[in-house]
């Protein structure tokens, strides 16, 4: 596979390939919806609820953490994560303007 050549491509792009990238796994799209649907932050509920293995969730963790769509706050001995609103509504933006760039009423094929 080839080196990706990210400066030949905009900025929102490049942007909208790195989250493409990270939503690509499942294991992330049920981690995002746990924590959607918990509205709390969370910690160790997540091995027993996607019945992965801690490393294997705390390498995906790292992947959104990485992203900023998810944050964590230290806790005893653990990490309390959560989405992070700001960057959540960052990301919803960036795949509206893509997504209403479609006009259906073209026709094409």
Same mark, same amino acid.
């Given at each position: 596979?080839g =080196?990706?050549?990210? +400066?030949?491509?905009t900025?929102?792009?490049?942007?909208?390939?790195?989250?493409?990238?990270?939503?690509?796994?499942?294991?992330?799209?049920?981690?995002?919806?746990?924590?959607?649907?918990s509205?709390?932050?969370i910690?160790?509920?997540l091995?027993e609820?996607?019945?992965l293995?801690?490393a294997?969730?705390s390498?995906?963790?790292?992947?959104?953490?990485?992203?900023?769509?998810?944050?964590?706050?230290?806790?005893? =001995?653990?990490v309390?994560?959560?989405?992070?609103?700001?960057?959540?509504? +960052?990301?919803?933006?960036?795949? +509206?303007?893509?997504f209403?760039?479609?006009q259906?009423?073209?026709?094409?094929?």
């Amino acid at each position: 596979m080839g =080196v990706t050549k990210s +400066e030949l491509f905009t900025e929102r792009q490049n942007a909208l390939a790195t989250v493409a990238k990270v939503f690509a796994h499942p294991a992330r799209i049920a981690i995002l919806e746990y924590l959607l649907n918990s509205n709390t932050c969370i910690n160790g509920d997540l091995v027993e609820e996607l019945g992965l293995a801690q490393a294997t969730i705390s390498q995906h963790l790292r992947e959104l953490k990485n992203l900023g769509i998810i944050k964590g706050n230290i806790e005893g =001995v653990s990490v309390c994560y959560c989405i992070d609103p700001q960057k959540w509504e +960052e990301i919803q933006l960036l795949f +509206e303007e893509f997504f209403k760039r479609f006009q259906s009423t073209k026709t094409c094929c």
